[in-house]
């Protein structure tokens, strides 16, 4: 294993314990939202420092304010929904296999705006994800009420998905890696706090939308949630070399994410869900591996 697939290994570590430490955080009276304000308030003054150290500050310019306006709401909404399905008892099995829909909507955001054209092939590949997403959720004939802890899952693979697709628009030549991280961080605050005003309308869930004063403990629980899982893992990614690790090989990597999330959960938690359950999940993995695998045919020219 060379020096660059260790680097995804690592980062996937992180990843990987996202959504641990949300459960801790909210069995101790933390709201999702809550988490992710400090989370990403804490992963900008992390940046921040690193940025002033290196003497390498950065923020967005004028002409680049429409795309960190649009990735900062994407991030925002995608982080938030990933981290709500814990605030609805989803098991965190159930939750990150969910997320990992994710390459289901990249395949669709691909074929309408023609980017790619989803064969035969890669059409059955998506059912075989949305088979999985089905079993998963434990919906079925005699349970067929969708909760919102399934739905935010979901909503969190769609805008990965979203976000993945304006990663590819970032405005790379002008700011290092970093850099287009805190710019987003920059964005992602503002537009989570007029969510949170949205939504303290609509629930009244102290999980979700309520506010406490945060003690020793969480302040730790969060300082290592935004540099462990966030700062670093993202900041291992910037190192990989192209040349080192094929973009197919970083994506099944990735995926011992959620194999990782679901030990974890098992671990430190007991979480175990029906065999039924496990199924979904791991279609929906052979779903996203075969996905990474499956090349994708360009949009015909009929002109």
Known sequence: MNRSQSYVLLATSGFSFILVFSKLLKDAGMSSFEQLFF???FGFLVLLSIMLYRRKLHFSERKDVPFFLAIGFTYALFTLSGLSAIAFDTPIPVAVALVY??????AVISQFTGKEKVSETKAAVILLGVVGAFLVSGLGVTNPQVHLGIVFPILAGFFYAVNLWLKRQAPIGDYTPYQVLFNTFTFALPFLFIVWLLFTNFSANPLFVGIIAPDGYHLAL?????LFSTVLPYGLLNYVKVGEVSPTTEGLLLLVDPLLHTLWAILFFGQFISGTQYLGAALILASS??????????????S
């Open 101 to 106: 829909t994710q390459p289901i909507f990249t």
């Open 289 to 302: 591996v075969l996905n990474l695998k499956i090349g994708t045919k360009p949009p015909v020219d009929n």
């Open 222 to 226: 969060l300082f290592f949630f935004a």
């Open 39 to 41: 989370r990403l308030g």
